[in-house]
């Protein structure tokens, strides 16, 4: 069984900065892709961000792209999510999700996910 768990979330405002943190239990981290979600209250949960195994391949969700950036330390079991320019309309419980294959699905990620992190809040104020 994978454990992830998040950080990093917080209250900031906009225009301001944050970078998440998924810590993942586990021998295979390498293999698995890693991917960012996020849930506002009353809406389905979004994409947000993948990087293949390798770290080689990464993909966003079109509200994010040139925003934030994903990326991975294979050596710390460790995914991040930094996040530039944050608005209002982030605001969201954001996850992590393992997809325990090292290449990205496309084009709904959310289709191919197997572990999924407890979340953690990012609250952005205008």
């Known amino acids: 069984q994978v454990q992830l768990v998040e950080s990093g979330g917080g209250l900031v405002q906009s225009g301001g900065s944050l970078r998440l943190s998924c810590v993942a239990s586990g021998r295979y981290f390498s293999r698995w892709t890693m991917n960012w979600f996020r849930q506002a209250p009353g809406t389905d949960r979004e994409f947000v961000a993948a990087?293949?195994?390798?770290?080689?391949?990464?993909y966003y969700g079109n509200s994010v792209k040139g925003r934030f950036t994903i990326s991975r330390d294979n050596a710390k079991n460790t995914a991040y999510l930094q996040m530039n320019s944050l608005k209002p309309e982030d605001t969201a419980v954001y996850y992590c999700?393992?997809?325990?294959?090292?290449?990205?699905?496309?084009?709904?990620?959310?289709?191919?996910?197997?572990?999924w992190g407890q979340g953690t809040q990012v609250t952005v104020s205008s």
């Open positions: 990087i293949s195994g390798s770290g080689a391949s990464t």
């Open positions: 999700a393992v997809r325990d294959d090292p290449y990205i699905a496309t084009p709904n990620p959310l289709d191919y996910t197997d572990y």
